[in-house]
């Protein structure tokens, strides 16, 4: 059995989450850094990281490290083949870090560490079928059949957030138009708050000061919760888009359940309520049929390095 501290990593478009996890799934500690974004080198990435990972070990050993990319992560889990929010483009992400940390690497994308911290210890413990999507800069999404996670031939499958749910609609990081993640995900969420500036009444503008580009997520959050409408209503428009999409997700599963993550999925019901709503007005033959329980997944923001360290954990077993 390995000694030292098991180090889980939650690489995304904003922020990189390194977290010490133990065998019972609880985070002992965390750190975190800001994602230098996709227009940059990527050891500037990977330096951010290794200051994240550095910062949790604290001076003790490391037994391995799990990262949790969001992206899409090649079959045998060796390279990001392409991150819309990060720079990797078919780099061999975890060898190369594997030979700069010293230590085993384990990697898989962002969504599936989720879903196996959900599956394992979580929302979705015991269920057979589930379907998991992770709410941050963009949507990720994850699928657990006969309770496995099921990674596809390719190593791709649950990429939700790049469905196309409006044909020509906004363009997305991806290359594409009209993706879901767009309508429904932290960016839409502060986008369509950002709109309304200047023309509604609202607490945001004195929380960014005015300028729209200092408005961010947590303000959204925050002001929703003080009763702002502006915030409410931008939580309603994106909790809407997330049901739609769900719709068409138990359309094509029909799962046991349906768990909502990532740093969005804070806002719990404010987000979760209008996306049960549509999906009961969206979803085909719903009153024929059992529509699945719509839960937050319960870890979290969290979910992602808990299970990256569960998978660096059973990788060094």
Request: proline share 5%.
């Amino acid at each position: 059995m390995s000694t030292g501290v098991f180090v889980g990593v939650d690489i995304g478009g904003s922020k990189v989450l390194a977290a010490e996890v133990a065998e019972s799934g609880a985070v002992l500690r965390t750190a975190r850094r800001t994602t230098p974004g996709r227009r940059v080198e990527a050891r500037l990435v990977e330096e951010a990281l290794t200051e994240a990972v550095h910062e949790v070990a604290d001076g003790r050993s490391l037994a391995g490290v799990g990262l949790a990319a969001a992206g899409f992560v090649d079959a045998a889990t060796e390279r990001v083949v392409f991150a819309p929010h990060l720079p990797w483009r078919g780099d061999p992400v975890r060898s190369r870090l594997e030979q700069l940390w010293g230590v085993p690497v384990a990697l898989d994308n962002d969504a599936n560490c989720a879903a196996r911290a959900e599956l394992r210890y979580g929302a979705a413990r015991g269920v057979a079928d589930a379907v998991l999507v992770t709410m941050g800069t963009g949507i990720g999404g994850a699928l657990v059949l006969d309770g496995r996670v099921h990674r596809g031939r390719n190593g791709l499958a649950g990429e939700f957030g790049h469905m196309q749910v409006v044909p020509d609609g906004r363009e997305c990081e991806c290359g594409g138009r009209g993706c879901w993640e767009q309508y429904s995900s932290g960016n839409a969420l502060v986008r369509r708050a950002r709109s309304r500036l200047g023309v509604e009444p609202t607490m945001l503008e004195e929380m960014c000061e005015g300028v729209p580009e200092r408005l961010v997520g947590p303000m959204v959050t925050e002001a929703a919760e003080a009763g702002d409408l502006v915030a409410r209503q931008a939580f309603a428009s994106v909790g809407d888009w997330l049901g739609v999409g769900l719709a068409n997700l138990v359309a094509a599963f029909d799962p046991d359940l349906v768990v909502v993550g990532g740093g969005v999925s804070a806002a719990g019901d404010r987000l979760l309520d209008p996306a049960r709503a549509a999906l009961d007005r969206s979803l085909v033959a719903a009153p024929h049929r059992r529509i699945p329980p719509l839960l937050r997944a319960r870890f979290g923001p969290e979910a992602g390095v808990v299970g990256a360290a569960d998978l660096a954990r059973a990788a060094a077993a």
